[in-house]
Every structure is written in C-alpha cells, then in structure tokens.
C-alpha cells in the first residue's frame, strides 16, 4: 500500500494494477511461467524501482530491463579515449556529469580530472559552445553522449559553431540510437521477450514509427509510454491486452508529448549532421550494425575523432574486455536479475561501481541498489 | 539526461541564435527553442510551458503536464540533479584556464 498511496492518484492506479492482474492471469502466465515485458529506457527502469512497479504487478509479469540507459552501454574503449582527449594540454574536456565516474581501463574522467585534466561537468552542449568562445586559445571538446532525446542538441550545437566559424569546438560522437539494439535482442534465440514499453522522450524526436519493424516482422506489442508511475501501467496493461488479444501493434501511450511523426526540426538537424557508422560497440552487447552516428564530413571540422585521430576508423581496433567478474552483459540481457552478479553490493556499488549499469540512477544495478532494499508490500 | 525537466520560457536572449530564457523551478537558464519555435515569431514563445533536455526545449506541454513531470523527477532525485547540473555548469564556465 506504501507505494500506491505515493501515486498522485492512488484510485487509478489500484484500478489498473487490478485490470493488470486480470489480463495476466488471462494470458495463463505464471510465476513459473511469466510474461516478460522490456522496458526499453533507462528512466523508465529508475520509475520503475522507484515505485515498486516490479513488486506490485503479478508474479506472472516480469519486467526485463533494457540497454537504454547511454552511460551503461559506453564501452570502455571510448572512455579511455574521453581521458586520452581530455589529457591533451591544450583540450577542455565538457561532459554531461553522468559519464565522470564510468570505469575506463586506466582510470574514469573524474581520476582524470583529479589528475589534472581540464574536465569540466557542463549541463549542455550550449555551455561547451560557450566555453569554446570565452576560451579561444584553448580546444573545446564536448562529449556528445545519449540516445536520440540528445542527439538533436549536439546537432544543433554543431551547426550553431558552424554558423558562427568557431574553429576551437569539436565534438567526440558517442550517440547512439534505439532500435538496432532491440533488433539484437529480438535475434538472441536465448532472448524471452513477449513485448515492450517503449522510450517516450526518444519518440518525441523520432516518432513511433521507427519501431514499426518490432510488430511487423518479430509479432511482438510495444507502447510508447510516459514517465509518470501511472504512464508505466496504463502502458504495461496496454501490452498485455494486445498479448491476450493476439495482436502485435505500435500504440502511443504518450501522446500528449509524442506526435505519432516526433519533431520535424530535430530529425531535420540530426539528417544534416550525422550519418550511421557501419557498426558501434555497446558495453555487454557488442558490435552492431548502424547503431551509432558519426558526424557527417561536411561538417569535419567539428568532429573530434578527426581533429584529434582518435576512435573509430583511427588506428588499430581496440576492443577492452569486460572487468573480470562483471555480468553486465548477461543483466542486460536479462539472463541475470543484478542480484545475481556476484560483484553486486561487494566489488561494485554505485559510490565504486565496476560495471556500468551501477554507474547511472538508470542503471539497472544502481536501482535494484538503492531501491532493492526497501521493505515492500504489495499493493490491494 | 533523458529525462528532461520542465520549464517555463520568460524572456528571448537571441532571436537569431534562437535563445531563450526559460524558468525551472526558479533557476533561469538559457535554452534553445528552435525544436518547439515554428514558424510565428519567438515572443509567441513566452509564457509556454516545455519540456527541456540538456538545455534545449524539446515539446511543448501544457502547465499541468509540467506539474506532474516535476514531481515524479522530484521523487526520482532526477530534478535536484538537473537544477545542480545547472548551477555546476555555470560555474565551469566561469572558470578561467
Ligand atoms: S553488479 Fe556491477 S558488475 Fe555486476 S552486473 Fe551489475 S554493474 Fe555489472
């Protein structure tokens, strides 16, 4: 009860924990035999723990958390690329905060900065750009980070330097996008999943539309859904209704904030800025195909990579393994709950993490960490 | 990052940069408008409620939306980070090298 009295409406969300539990159990899923649901996005794993969602729905739903959380998924080569950059004398390093403390092989950009590298947290892109103007005898680096609710905005700070032919900014291109990753998963023969909530703030760039293919070609349902804990159930419902009806459909849970074709401008800006790479890497997945972006040649001179000859395309390919011990892979995949990690609470916490999913809030370790604690009593 | 936090837009810094000054939860901060401007002029903007993400507004949304959106970010942790990163970037920008 705790946790549904915490809901800004406790009646709605008790009604449809409770259609929830009648669909499920029409379904015949199980707590032997579950329906498995993949919240795609980070943020939405956060809520999730956040308000217990896991412990008040059925036994016979089973939330797996997905890749889309981008601070868990850099892979270590690139942060040790970030503190070669950042090493560089003449090299202003700007970041989003939520990548200081990834692990890179020698050290993460927060050690670097203890170090003596001039790091520095920025809140925006529009604050390196800033930076880059105020500090022109230095190199600015801004570290374009994040999945395509992010991507728009260094595209837009790009051609903004562009505009105004600031020679000292450059941007190190670690974004990625959405549905490859899930393509991957829907492949993975050892893969259980029956349908998805989908990442509403990254369909409110790119609309629903991208993630046609997930009905279309794998039969599988997926709810572009909201934030707010009620978003979650009205969308996780709207998920098993098209599992018991035997449909497979994109819906837009979120329509007050997502137009079903996302936003012109943004999609406009990212067009003109980047263009897929052959193939990215993600911690604990791998290779795959058309997964990141790159800045496009036109705009070279913004790119890091080629300013400074580091990353994809640059010199031999670097792949780091994964520290030894780690399962980040295998909880990213759901084959493991974070519990099960044996790192998990000994050698990785969020204050010293050793994978990348106790890096961020939207980690899924970090919010079984700090929320898989707490005394929980279902809901009535 | 990916959440995002609402703000509400009082003043325009640059039209041509397509600038903005937008107020979260008291802080006011710099945004660009270009994702939600179309095509009326930028003053239109002001008293709008957005959704912004690193520094750009991405939607537009309505105030009751924005009260919502706040208080589940407010008991993520979520909007005391964000209003921190704020405060923390402009000091970083303020430093000198
Ligand atoms: S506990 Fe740490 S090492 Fe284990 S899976 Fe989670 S993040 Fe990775």
Redesign the interface.
Known sequence: MKYAD?F?DPAAARALLARIAKVTDEIGATKEKPVHIMEI???HT??IF??GLDKLTPDGLEFIHGP???VCVLPMSRVDECVELAERPEV?F?T???AMRVPGTRKSLLQAKADGA?V????????AL??AR??PD?EVVFFG???E??T??TA?SIQ?AAAENLTNFSVFCNHITVPPPIKVLLDDPHMVLDGFVG?G?VS??IGIEPYRFIARDYGKPIVVAG???IDLLQSVLMVLEQLRDGRAEVENQYS??VPDSG?P??IA?CEDVYEPRPSFEWRGLGEIDSSGLRIRRKYAAYDAEEKFGVGYGQGAARFVPEPEGCACGDVMTGRLKPRQCPQFGTGCTPEMPLGALMVS??GACAAYYQYGGLDLEPAE | ????IPGQIVEIASAE?K?AIADVSGVR????V??I?GDAPLEDLIGTWT?I????A??R?NEE?AA??M??LK????AQ??IE??R???Q??E???
């Open positions: 915490e800004r996005c980070g943020g956060h809520a956040r308000y889309g959380c981008p202003i700007t989003f905060g939520d001039d520095r947290m920025v809140y925006s892109p529009l604050d800033e930076l105020r500090n230095r980070l994040g999945f609710t992010t728009p905005s837009l903004q990442p703030h409110m760039v934030f707010e804990p007050r904030v936003n401008v943004s800006a809030s939207e | 990052m990916c959440l995002g940069k600038l901060r710099e945004v660009n270009a994702c401007a959704l993400h690193v520094g750009f991405m939607s949304i939306e919502k959106t208080e589940v008991m993520l942790g979520e980070e964000e990163a704020m923390a970037s402009q970083a920008m430093r000198v090298s």
